[in-house]
T-cell receptor, first 115, second 111 residues
Framework: EAGVTQSPTHLIKTRGQQVTLRCSPI?????VYWYQQALGLGLQFLLW???????NRGNFPPRFSGRQFPNYSSELNVNALELEDSALYLC??????????????FGEGSRLTVL | GNSVTQMEGPVTLSEEAFLTINCTYT??????LFWYVQYPGEGLQLLLK?????DKGSNKGFEATYRKETTSFHLEKGSVQVSDSAVYFC??????????FGTGTRLKVLA
């Protein structure tokens, strides 16, 4: 069974540009989570989608946005890129959206460098 | 809001040493608690979890006990191996505060 897949794996952008990151969850998983892993800051929660709806978002500006498609795949969009957006962006999926006990399955991430 | 605090790393130990990585949390109710591990070059994966007070999660020789009275979930292993070198993340999940992670603790085990 395929795990969580993310694309692209690496990308380089310049300040002010826009980027779209993509995530395909494990088959059957309806919940998708996005995290930002910047150096030394651990995992910062960005967004949670379930059944096509945004359920919660972390403390990030509105230029971070996303969506979830009917097949449960998801996109993360970042507009007006800033240098501090350079980070590893991780996507995770979970089968159990209605509980707090389920396991998150992570992809390997998209590493974004903003110059 | 909910949060997780982990001890700062890096932690450097010799093989077969005893490991403790401290984790404390802030939550309004009764969260589930998790430890995830990120081995070099790999994605995060679940190491163990506990879903209610006094539960003990265990896996691969690692253990952690959910202590409601001290709001803690410390990770322990009696005898670490070089292959345990990784970054360890404590996390909680409660209500809509889904899966809040700590900053991670890097462990380096020397042969």
């Amino acid at each position: 069974e395929a795990g969580v897949t993310q694309s692209p794996t690496h990308l380089i952008k310049t300040r002010g540009q826009q980027v779209t990151l993509r995530c395909s969850p494990i088959s059957g998983h309806t919940s998708v989570y996005w995290y930002q892993q910047a150096l030394g800051l651990g995992l910062q929660f960005l967004l949670w989608y379930d059944e096509g709806e945004e359920r919660n978002r972390g403390n990030f500006p509105p230029r971070f946005s996303g969506r979830q498609f009917p097949n449960y795949s998801s996109e993360l969009n970042v507009n007006a890129l800033e240098l501090e957006d350079s980070a590893l962006y991780l996507c995770a999926s979970s089968l159990e959206s209605g509980t707090n006990t389920g396991e998150l399955f992570f992809g390997e991430g998209s590493r974004l460098t903003v110059l | 809001g909910n949060s997780v605090t982990q001890m700062e790393g890096p932690v450097t130990l010799s093989e077969e040493a005893f490991l403790t990585i401290n984790c404390t949390y802030t939550a309004t109710g009764y969260p589930s608690l998790f430890w995830y591990v990120q081995y070099p070059g790999e994605g995060l994966q679940l190491l163990l979890k506990a879903t209610k007070a006094d539960d003990k999660g265990s896996n691969k020789g690692f253990e952690a006990t959910y202590r409601k009275e001290t709001t803690s979930f410390h990770l322990e292993k009696g005898s670490v191996q070089v292959s345990d070198s990784a970054v360890y993340f404590c996390a909680l999940s409660e209500g809509t505060y889904k899966y809040i992670f700590g900053t991670g603790t890097r462990l380096k085990v020397l042969a």
